[in-house]
């Protein structure tokens, strides 16, 4: 007991402040040795030890105490078959820890909460900025009717990436595409209304003089019957190539594909104008052109040489030549057909594919400034391109490329 009782001395000294508790008991639970601090004895009812059998003390027990805001933790080992040896700690310093990390947790977790919420807050509603835009962008062309408003692309979380980004560059781009189609459809309309209003003033005209005449005039009636006549036929030849253009930009338009002799197709065209251009004293020259076939739609592609031979003879003076050729190009086939006409002018070759536009020089001149528009539309509707090469006072070259194996449906 003695080597005990320095023992527990020498680790009271080494420890410090921090108090234990130390009980040994014989076999019939009395104590034979007892270390406890003196506010254990008056918070604790220790006198519980010494009741029962040794073997319900077995394991961890804990005491509760009425004053004190802790407990005693207690463990037992039977040191031999007369003593049991039970030591103890109180768990003061360990709710201590506990409500300091509690109190601490609570103020950090309330600080992150806090801080997390407001940067919530703030990036949903930087991130978000986009899509309110786009609201307002569409309330404002839902209300305006204008398709020239924008979404910002720059700024927030816009840089220059992310799906964000893309949607509003998408989204512009369909704006500005929707635009520009709704300010054709205008031109379009206006250009129409334009050109219908003079053959329609002609035939009203016209009808209004053969009312006037004296009845039984049959040969006046007649030719006022066949202006009329002719001047439908304008309106309709006028709307059905705007149908036609239509419906070869919105790919409804009805290709029937074939093997086509290039070189066949080329001459067929060259006779058809044969007459119209000695008429101005023009030589249609056909270049090399045998040995070529497509998957091509026969008289659409007649269609589209047609218009380009009429325009080269229509433009060309008098006494000058018109060169036809097309030759193999990779695995397409390119048709060419140039003038030695006045050539067209720059600010006039960005628009000359426009519907119903006729340029200076056009003016002049009968037509109907659709036939390069319906070339665009049908060559565009195999799968090929065309493009337009011209000098002032030298001529203009215009080269439509289509595949050999046309991707139309």
Known sequence: MDALRGEIDARTVLVGERAFFVRIADADNETQFFSVPALWQQGFNLSELERGELSDWDGVKVLESDTLPYR??????????????????????RDQLLDLFQRNFMIIASAVVVTSLVLGLLLAFRVLKPVRDLSDTVHSILTTGRFDTRIPEQGGFLRDQGDMHELVV??????????????????????????????????????????????????????????????????LRLLNTLMDISEAQSGALNLRLEEVDAGHVLRDTAELYEYVAEAKDIRIELGDVEGMTLAADPVRLRQVLANLLDNAIKYSPNG???????????????????????????????RIWNRLYRGQEARSRPGLGLGLSLVKAIVEAHGGTVEVHSQIGVGTEVRVTLPVRSSAG
């Open 320 to 350: 000058s030549s018109v060169e036809l050729s097309c030759l193999a190009l990779d695995d397409c086939v390119v048709f060419r057909v140039r003038d030695n006409g006045a050539g067209i002018e720059e600010d006039d070759m960005p």
């Open 72 to 93: 005693l933790e207690l463990a037992g080992i039977r040191l031999s078959r007369d003593y049991y040896l039970q030591v103890g700690l109180s768990t003061e310093d």
């Open 170 to 235: 998408y989204f512009n781009e369909m704006l500005t595409r929707i635009e520009r189609l709704i300010g054709g459809m205008h031109d379009a309309l206006d250009a129409v209304a334009h050109d219908l209003r003079t053959p329609i003033t002609r035939m009203r005209g016209n009808a209004e003089l053969a009312l006037k005449r004296e009845s039984g005039n049959e040969e006046a009636l007649r030719d006022a019957l066949a202006d009329c006549v002719e001047e439908s036929d304008t309106m």
